[in-house]
């Protein structure tokens, strides 16, 4: 049963943008955060943005805090990552993650249930 499923990325230049969506389904859908991250080969995956989904708080990487708004619209169950100002090193293969309780380090990969099967982010110089 897919229960969150990435869609967005792709191949854009330097400075460019790009909106990822996550879409929730199942078990997933009553989920209370919602985060991206990101993993670049030969690096581990690491926390991009988290939002919790009724009050609207969010929460974002030192890296891409200016650059990158998370925003989710509860009444699609989706969750949404507008990339600004992408940069070479924003290249990467991004998952959403859900779960239906908090942790204290919401970067922390074990805090979150539920993971989508990724999509590529590719920004070229």
């Known amino acids: 049963q897919v229960q969150l499923v990435e869609s967005g990325g792709g191949s854009v230049q330097a400075g460019g943008f790009l909106r990822l969506s996550c879409a929730a389904s199942?078990?997933?859908?009553?989920?209370?955060?919602m985060a991206w991250f990101r993993q670049a080969p030969g690096k581990e995956r690491e926390g991009v943005a988290c939002i919790h989904r009724s009050d609207g708080s969010t929460y974002y990487a030192d890296s891409v805090k200016g650059r990158f708004t998370i925003s989710r619209d509860n009444a699609k169950n989706t969750v949404y990552l507008q990339m600004n100002s992408l940069k070479s090193e924003d290249t990467a293969m991004y998952y959403c993650a859900a779960d239906k309780r908090w942790a204290m380090d919401w970067t922390d990969t074990r805090a979150y249930a539920t993971w989508g099967q990724g999509t590529q982010v590719t920004v070229t110089s």
């Open positions: 199942g078990y997933a859908a009553g989920s209370i955060y």
